[in-house]
């Protein structure tokens, strides 16, 4: 029997939540749900017949969390963990079971330790496990980093051949805890050839509903919805849902009249949850939906659609004609194209073309550890650009979001090396308009092998809207009369093909002077006859200011405002000097760590440590934290700011052996309550907090409330931060409350976490919820000022 063929003509539904059901079956604090496969296999058998007889169709097995770093002091192993689930589930007569793998528990890098190819070896393992054990899909769940549900992706897909479910989890601003935003979200998964794809966890279906418009929108496959039963509550010691049954029901009907084809239960439901989605759904046929195509990029937390827009593609980092570029790649002196990037974003431009060809260099090193590095300090797409297959495929392995490949061409030794990769990882291309023959003289011959490319892509399963056409720009001083023909082959692909256009626009007045004037009238003339995305230098203020024109002519900027927003304030000599500030604050909100350390060198032969970071660290890091409050940033710019900032301070400290850097008064206290072993909210915590002169002390996780307590009143601190990010370890966080309130009455409390809301707080009682880094910082400062107020 095959799901797939079920999903065609009727929905599909999911079992609900395991950990609510084992919490009701005795699962105490802390304890590992997994455990349970071995121990009480017959409390795990009666879970999942309850949700089948209640409607289920797809089992999970009890193995979220039989990864390697979760069960390092288990006694058994990934693999009896994961053949005892399935066991179990075929035990209890599921119509199909699916091997339920969730997040490691650990950030990966650069945020993190953990690096992409550790992350892909733990997942590995686990599908592995689950092949062999016989499940019929592999469910990847409860992913807030787009980056490790790539490499969780490619575990799967490397590792077995079965259908991958993939789903994110969202905060209520509508983006994963990382920044991904739906739409993202979908260009990437799918892209990376997900058999279904949604969002499941942290929020009830009220407010998932409204995140659902991008999914059924672009969705090319089935789109999965499994909700929480509302976010969580505490009354009388116990953690509750509030949305019954009956309505969850009622919502999982709404998303299924949207196009939603799979349906579940996530945190708090139970098999009545199910049972009335069962009643409401019964065997109703899935509404056929409207899928909209789009040609795109995407970062982790952005993407860009080339649809309608012209797209700027910053071609600096290139150390063709560059003597600086290339002295810099060969001694590994990075941070300078790293600060190329900032400028080219800072210019305006929304893709960057990452290029470190050079013969003396071993470029499948170098290209994806650049690539990386420029994904730390901005937050556009980019292109990457090689002829090195090995290098291209490194590179795109290890790309977090979906970038543009430059480039393929219309050889067949090309198309066979590069279009696998773009399918693989599900990657854009640009499409080289030559052959074995060149290129053509005439814009005929050009769509011709634009044609065959495309017919040929399609073949390799990549679909036409990946593809966007580069008709070459010849030298207008050495083919004068051909250069016509390149605008006239944009129009023809744009008009016969329907596929989007780039180029490389500085090539036409190579060997000419006053290059920037054939430029800007080239790039003038290629905008008319249909240009999409010009690849240029975006530090010219003749290009961009033909950019911004266009836009306003092209009705792209409406009521012309960012043409306004520009021109009254632009000084020309002035914005080049922005560009190129190298204002420490301006370095440390764009996370240039390299650069602020040596400005803080610099500084320290004017100014003391002290004057550094109250005049330039601490007004630097409000502003970062401003804009992040303002979601313009998001929480890897916060803690590459972060990162900027402790360089600086470490650079301060091991100058100032003879001063004493002023700390600020009073110590704070963090820790992971007993059961939970999540530390990624605590860290961030610690590393915002230090930044700004708190001295803070780090008990880890998993903390006994009698430690944390000895340590309070041992050391005289006057605030607590505890963090829990699963709902059966909130109850230890209350048990450490209360007991600090008895023992030490004059210390604060403030809590955190993902399970965590202000209500909550109040209601486990702490003085303070922390819903992020930055409100922790908040509340410090607050606590260790005259004045103090409860929870807020």
Known sequence: MNAFKEIENKILIFDGAMGTMLQQEGLGAGELPEVYNIEHPEIIQKIHESYIKAGAQIITTNTFQANELKLEHCSYSVEQIIEAAVKIARKAKAPFVALDIGPLGKMMKPLGELSFEEAYQFFKRQVEAGTKAGVDFILLETFSDLYEAKAAILAAKENSNLPIFCTMTFQQDGRTFLGTNPLTAVSVLQGLGVDVLGMNCSLGPEEMISFLPDFLRYAKVPVMVQSNAGLPQMEKGQTLFPVTPKTFGHYAEKMAKLGVQILGGCCGTTPEHIYQIKQRIGNRTPISRKVERMTCACSSNQTVILDDKTTVIGERINPTGKKRLKEALRNHQFDILLKEAIYQVNAGAQILDVNVGLPEIDEKEILPKITCDIQEVVDVPLQIDSADIKALEATVRVYNGKPIINSVNGKEESMKAVFPIAKKYGAA????????NGIPKTAQGRLQIAEKMMKRAIEYGIPKEDLIVDCLVMTASAQQSIVKETLKAVNLVKTKLGVKTTLGISNISFGLPNRE??????????LGSGLDAPILDPLSQQMMDTIHSFRVLNNEDREAQKYITTYQTLSKEGEKEKNHSKDIQTLIVNGMKVEVEREVEELL???????????????????????????????PQLLRSAEAVKQGLDVIKARSIKETIKEREGKILLATVK????????????????NYGFTVIDMGKDVE???IVERVKKEKIELVGLSALMTTTVKNMERTIQALKKEAPYCKVMVGGAVLTLEYAKMVGADYYAADGQAGIRIAKEVFTPLNSKVN
């Open 429 to 436: 291309l640009i499409c080289l308009t030559l052959d074995e």
């Open 517 to 526: 004037l054939l430029n800007q009238t080239f790039l003038a003339a290629a």
């Open 605 to 635: 032969k004017k100014k003391d440590g002290e004057k550094i970071i109250q005049e330039f660290f601490i007004p630097a890091l409000d502003k970062v934290g401003k804009k992040y409050e303002l979601g313009e940033f998001f929480l």
């Open 675 to 690: 059961g939970d072993i999540h530390d990624i909210g605590k860290n961030i915590a610690k590393m915002l907090l230090e």
């Open 705 to 707: 409330p009698k430690a």
